[in-house]
């Protein structure tokens, strides 16, 4: 059976444009049904040809089984210059097989490349209020025909670009939120089929966006008093030639219809100040005003290095629109049937001059009323006037965002119908690459919700919520939740712009803060939990992508903020009373359990530096690894001197208390069993509830199961009544809350100033549905599924579990079933990986053809197995 090499990627897009990494590192996959494929080495060629010799790279022969992320490390490429690369692989039976030919094309790496200026309207608004979106434009001659064409593009704020009326690119809210101050990335876009010989037209539109527009709950202008556009077309003619036009003071401008484009208030669209064909070369512009142009941006300009934004689905309505009566207009509500992000696409024909108001919401209050209460100072609230005519018009914003399930249209001529609006969804566009599916409908739902939890949440930063006045890169929930992102989708160059991010923020004494990109809200110092962020996502993206380059490129700063911890704690104990830094903030959102701030920040300070001596392990720096060793012993030897009785009992004795000693390690061997059992008492003393909130959440089951009590994690699974994961299912949530009592019977709604529907901390438990449910698992000795662990933790009465995830290498498959006293179970590895299975059997272990039997553990047979597929039969 052959081998064949398959998704090949640089920097994990597909023949991408627009590169700016000097080493962009190289992928494949190996595809083979044969089992144990794997590879024994490799050769990669890179040429400035097609076809052409290795003039740039030949790496020769490398016994390596490595197929992803393999730094280039050939001759220096210079700016717009497209590297074509191909590669061997040689497989265990020595036969060797080549890749199809891919490539990269690189960016403007210098900014000397860049000849355009930025430039703007004269018109911008204040503070509070904002101003007419601006189009920008220009005609231009192109004298020769047209052999390539690229356009380098970005704003502060956001553009959407058009070329001789049609649109450049499919991304949407480009260039995406950065610390403007600090990096500006630009988007590289083949324009080729776009122009022709002759006359051109090219032109922008800005909304606010980030730079300029409503950013959290302190009005607008963060950044700077109005958008901007930096654009260079670089045109390549048959003779060789090129043209480049590039945004300066020859551009005109003009408002338009787009009186207000806001993320966080909505848009507002009076189509009859329509432009009409505004990028074509023939407009008339005369009536246009110069543009003015503004000085170099502080931020350094960086090629997009992340997945795009882009409309990734488009729902409909699962019923009729309902119509609430009201005077002078009616209100029509229409149900998506899914909590959501992006914005709608409306229909309607009118008489011109018809104003529509379109309102979003998540939830709606018992009379049936949109709510909104929930949103805070975020109006979310698009306006459309009609242009009027016989023709149907269409309303799609694309400048905004909103977080919804219902949508309430007033005013609308007649009365609209199911099929008259479309919700459009909007997210980072990642390859999914998680399913998860059980004998339980409710956890079936819940996984469904941690999803769109996610997605709705990852608009170009990880989100706290996308929908009130607030939608910022909280710290501490991208924490709690990218492992459970990281099963998700290929969220690893998601985690890496977040990275920089954090990096961006993080002042001269090496704090990071509770947001980023920072907005300065809170201060310097996230605060335990919150800050650690910055060791706790490189090193889960480690795990799960077996790259080093995000550990290597920011291992300076991490150790910065490790230095830092130890700076601010008193004796090892961070956070210690009396302390008049920012202390935290404890176990955010926990039900009547407050866990002290000095012993949530002593453990997580254990944790990361913890997590920064297996760093420093990793890159081979042998000596910062024992210096961190010997400070986690101390913070370690501190916590426990502080917070912990020889009996076992963790100071506080919340849940939360017992499961950061116990996850973090913190415990001498001989406690853990005490503490598992106060842990579990005080569980059940609550009535088999959890009290957790962000902090101790993610870790709660994962303890429990590690612990020798997965029959309790599967009974918190399973709890329906508040506080618990199915409480919000059986309300008919389709994302993850906020807050564990968002809605009851009792109280109604939680108070309206924090409390989402849409974010994703709690779904953080997803982690353990694909790790311990469905039993698929890195090993963090050869990371990135290179070698999985494959340990199912049956119970909860579920009869079956099946999860399929798409690593690396390739997918992996788990899929058990319970039946008549068996235990049933299908596994795949993919090629150029192996696999330990810990089959669950009482009786006798079976043999499986092609697994190899490693001995017992407790209640399980250990197999090793190479790439394939398996089934396993056994008496449980
Ligand atoms: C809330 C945010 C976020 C949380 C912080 C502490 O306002 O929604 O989820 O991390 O506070």
Redesign the pocket.
Known sequence: MQTTITNLRCEQFENPVGIDREQPRLSWRLETGRRGARQTAYRITVSSQLGGPADLWDSGRVESDHTSEIPYQGTALTSGQRAHWRVEVWDETDASNSSPDAWWEVGLLNEGDWTAQWIGSSVLGGPRTSAPAPYLRKAFALDKPVTQARLYVTALGIYEAEINGQRVGDQVLAPGWTDYRKQVRYQTYDVTDLLQAGENGIGAVLGDGWYAGSVEWRGRQLYGDRPKLLAQLVVTHDDGSTTVVATDDSWRTSLGPILQADLLQGQHVDARLDLGAWTTAAYDDSKWQPVQTFPKAEGKLVAQNSPPVRVTEEIHPIAEPKTIHRWPANDHIFDLGQNMVGWVRLRVKGPAGTTIRIRFGEVLDDKGNLYTENLRSAQQTDFYTLRGGDEVEVFEPRLTFHGFRYVEVRGYPGDPKQDDLVGVVVHSDYPATGTFECSNPLINQLQHNIWWGWRGNSVDVPT??PQRD?RLG?T??AQVFVRTAAYLAQVETFFEKYQQDLEDSQNEKGSIP?IAPDTSVVGGDGGPA?ADAFVICPWTLYLCYGDKAVLERHYDSMKAFIGYLQSISRDYIRSYQGYEGFAG?GD?LSINAETPSDLIGTAFSAYSTELMARIAEVLGKSEDATEFWALHEKIKAAFNDRFVTPGGVVASGTQTAYLLALHFDLLPPELREKATEALVHDIKKRGTKLSTG?VGSPYLNHVLTANGRNDVAFDLLNQQDWPSWLYAVTKGATTIW?RWDGWTHDKGFQDAS?N?FN?Y?YGAIGAWLYQSVAGIDVDPAQPGYKHIVMKPDVGGGLTYAKASYDSVHGRIESSWRTEDGRFEWDVTVPPNATATAYLPTKGVAPEVEGAERLGQEADRTLYRLPAGTYHFSTEM
């Open positions: 706290d919520c607030e909280w501490g929930d509770p919150w903030f955010w962000f906020e924090m989402s974010h901390a």
